[in-house]
């Protein structure tokens, strides 16, 4: 059974950086990180599949980077630069065959989410 757990949220000014760790990523084959602030739908962040390839929404390339750690089973969300608009809950998700992808509707793995808020 797979089992997503975030961690990392906090709250920061802009400009501020945080990294967002999900563990139970061992039987995951490509993992993606969404975010969902008040009001809105929950969008794509960042993916990453078996082979490192990775995928960024356009709000975040240049300041967000996913990696992962497979001794650990863990994926990651480095995020630099962070402005009031990366405000949001955001959530671990996997799936379980090798295609990088921003859509929500391909993932049935997801985590509990972590609360980043990001204070001008």
């Known amino acids: 059974q797979v089992r997503l757990v975030e961690s990392g949220g906090d709250s920061v000014q802009t400009g501020g950086s945080l990294r967002l760790s999900c563990a139970g990523t061992r039987y995951i084959v490509t993992s993606a990180w969404f975010r969902q602030a008040p009001g809105k739908e929950r969008e794509g962040v960042a993916s990453?599949?078996?082979?490192?390839?990775?995928k960024y929404a356009d709000s975040v390339k240049g300041r967000f980077t996913v990696s992962k750690d497979a001794a650990k089973d863990t994926l990651y969300l480095e995020m630099n630069n962070l402005k009031p608009e990366d405000t949001a809950m955001y959530y671990c998700a996997g799936k379980s065959y090798n295609s990088v992808s921003l859509w929500e509707q391909e993932y049935y793995y997801w985590g509990q989410g972590t609360q980043v808020t990001v204070s001008s």
């Open positions: 990453i599949n078996r082979d490192g390839l990775t």
